[in-house]
């Protein structure tokens, strides 16, 4: 019996999402058993050009990480769209932009000076950027073309299935896996994360309370027992789609938001500062919070319904 074919692809992304497949720890071996990689460009010396003598649709699956930030990105993502079967948005960058998507707070033009001439260690008196094609020595190269706004995965092709996380957690990886080895798909456009908020998972004490001042962790004598928001620092637990087991809390560090939305929300930053509103002693409360857009939406501004700003 022919094995199913799987592919990996790594986008605009850390990489991270790659060492969490092998997370998996022994049960990788049972993945490598029961199906053939035929693409996955961090282990495999595959090249493009392999992908595109495929037959359409010859991928059974294929998990896509990363955000799309140019058009090498794009092409990739709609090439494998194109081969594969069952096309996954695999860590928060694919599902949500992650932050790589706190770029959209800027264009093209304003990073590339930043980047380029404005950074203390940068000496570029002729302010030369990259250029998307050269001539060397009669020979042109070419780069992809950086695009102004970061996207999801999902903003530029159709996706099947999503697991987010800043990297996906190994259980839920693990039980991807098995879900399809199976051939137990839940509905198309299910996320492989359970439908619950992280604060359903954290064992912190939840009481009743208003909020009258916002605080950074530093900023208190954290008991590590009582709910950080009883404790006036932000948590993004109630609006962030559980699956890791509140490792970070379990540790004594508050949620920052990876795993996106929750199951009841398309919007992760919009549900927290409502989840924020409603516990508030004052609307003023809301102002304390330090640099909002990276803390509400620090994973998933560009699946968000902002998704960028605009340059006035």
Known sequence: MQKPKLALYWSASCGGCEIAVLDVNEKILDVAAAVDIVFWPVALDTKYKNIQAMPDKSIDFCFFNGAIRNSENEKMAKLLRQKSKILIAFGSCACDGCVVGLANLWNKE????????????????????????????????????????????????????????CPPPVACIANAFEII????????????????????????????????????????????????WDQGVVCMGPATRAGCGAQCLKVNVPCTGCGGPGPQSSDQGAAMLNAVASVAADPKVLSQAADPVGTFYKYSLANSILRRKIKE
């Open 181 to 228: 080895l199976n051939n137990k798909l839940p509905p198309k456009g299910s996320s492989f994360l359970p439908n619950k908020s992280v604060c359903d998972e954290c064992p912190r004490e939840k009481k009743d309370r208003k909020i009258s001042n916002i605080k950074r962790i530093y900023e208190i004598e954290d008991d590590k027992i009582t709910c950080f």
């Open 110 to 165: 304003s990073i590339f000076k930043r980047v380029y001439i404005e950074t203390p260690s940068t000496i570029n008196p002729a302010s030369i950027f990259p250029q998307n094609k050269v001539k060397v020595n009669d020979k042109e190269l070419e780069l992809p073309v950086f695009y102004d706004t970061v996207k999801p995965l999902s903003h530029v092709v159709d996706v099947d299935y999503f697991i987010s996380g």
